[in-house]
């Protein structure tokens, strides 16, 4: 449908064009091109056109893949038991569309999510309305496709599809790739050399400040804390307080 309302577009203007050319001595006033351009904005597409180009395509794709089961339910019978479809108890809607008819018919919820529309995953159409959910909802993941999916079709072989979608999505890739690890450098000499009193090399870390009173003013103070490398000790010595946490 939509392909057909552009081509009708390029065709007026063409034509408008023509005219034009064959009436040289004309002179195009601006009624003209008013009315031309009313002309075109009646021509573009409107919701019911998109939803009546969406129920062909659907429909034509439908007769493609069962048009067994459209046969039997058009002549008043249930589908065969051998069909793909026997278990999804299918109805034919209003508009000739092959819908699920499962058991919430007795539900408050729309018609389109109590009754979604049955593709295949061979059809190339089921590929390209997965592809445009994972698009909208921002790359999640297989469930939320899932999820959003079955509020509108029912694809026999979703999962397959849009596992292959989301493995060959370069952004879910880039999500999902592993965090790269930073290899270690070598272990200092002090750290791995054997005999030597604790805290002959120490590391030093400095932290703060912390605000603290002292008499009727408050004053910004800093820490310190010594290690040994050799044995990760901390320096706890009462004596040296004042040099591990100086306030
Ligand atoms: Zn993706």
Same mark, same amino acid.
């Given at each position: 449908?939509?392909l057909i309302k552009?081509?009708?577009?390029?065709?007026?203007?063409?034509k408008?064009n023509?005219?034009?050319?064959?009436?040289?001595g004309?002179?195009?006033?601006?009624?003209d091109?008013s009315?031309?351009? +009313?002309?075109? !904005?009646?021509?573009? @597409?409107?919701?019911? &056109? =998109?939803?009546?180009?969406?129920n062909?395509?659907?429909?034509f794709?439908?007769?493609q893949?069962?048009?067994?089961?459209?046969?039997?339910?058009?002549?008043g019978?249930?589908?065969?038991c051998?069909?793909?479809?026997?278990?999804?108890?299918?109805?034919i809607?209003?508009?000739g569309?092959l819908?699920?008819g499962g058991?919430?018919r007795?539900?408050?919820l729309p018609?389109?999510?109590?009754?979604p529309i049955?593709?295949l +995953?061979?059809c !190339?159409i089921?590929? @390209?309305?997965?592809? &445009? =959910?994972h698009?909208?909802?921002?790359?999640?993941?297989?469930n939320?496709?899932?999820?959003?999916l079955?509020e509108?079709?029912?694809?026999?072989g979703?999962?397959?599809?849009i596992?292959s979608?989301?493995?060959?999505?370069?952004v879910?890739?880039?999500?999902?790739?592993p965090?790269?690890?930073?290899?270690?450098?070598?272990?200092?000499?002090?750290r791995?050399?054997p005999?030597?009193?604790?805290f002959?090399?120490?590391?030093?870390?400095?932290?703060?400040?912390?605000?603290i009173?002292?008499r009727?003013?408050?004053?910004?103070?800093?820490?310190v804390?010594?290690?040994?490398?050799?044995m990760r000790?901390?320096?706890r010595?009462?004596k040296f307080?004042r040099y591990?946490?100086?306030?």
């Open positions: 449908m939509i552009q081509e009708l577009i390029k065709s007026e203007i063409i408008d023509k005219q034009d050319d064959d009436n040289e004309t002179v195009r006033t601006q009624s091109k009315e031309n351009s +009313k002309n075109l !904005n009646n021509l573009c @597409l409107n919701l019911e &056109d =998109i939803q009546k180009g969406k062909a395509i659907i429909h794709v439908q007769h893949y069962f048009e067994d089961e459209f046969m039997k339910l058009r002549s019978f249930p589908v065969k051998s069909s793909k479809l026997h278990k999804l108890d299918p109805f809607d209003t508009h569309i819908r699920v058991r919430l007795q539900s408050d018609d389109e999510m109590k009754h049955i593709l +995953k061979t !190339n089921s590929h @390209l309305i997965v592809r &445009d =959910i698009r909208k909802i921002g790359h999640l993941g297989k939320s496709i899932l999820t959003h079955r509108r079709y029912w694809i026999i979703a999962n397959a599809i596992k979608i989301v493995s060959k999505c370069v879910c890739r880039k999500y999902q790739s965090i790269i690890q930073q290899k270690m450098a070598d272990l200092p000499s002090d791995v050399t005999d030597m009193p604790p002959t090399a120490v590391g030093i870390g400095y932290f703060g400040p912390f605000e009173r002292q009727r003013c408050s004053v910004k103070r800093y820490g804390i010594f290690t040994c490398l050799k000790a901390i320096l010595n009462c307080v591990r946490l100086m306030y």
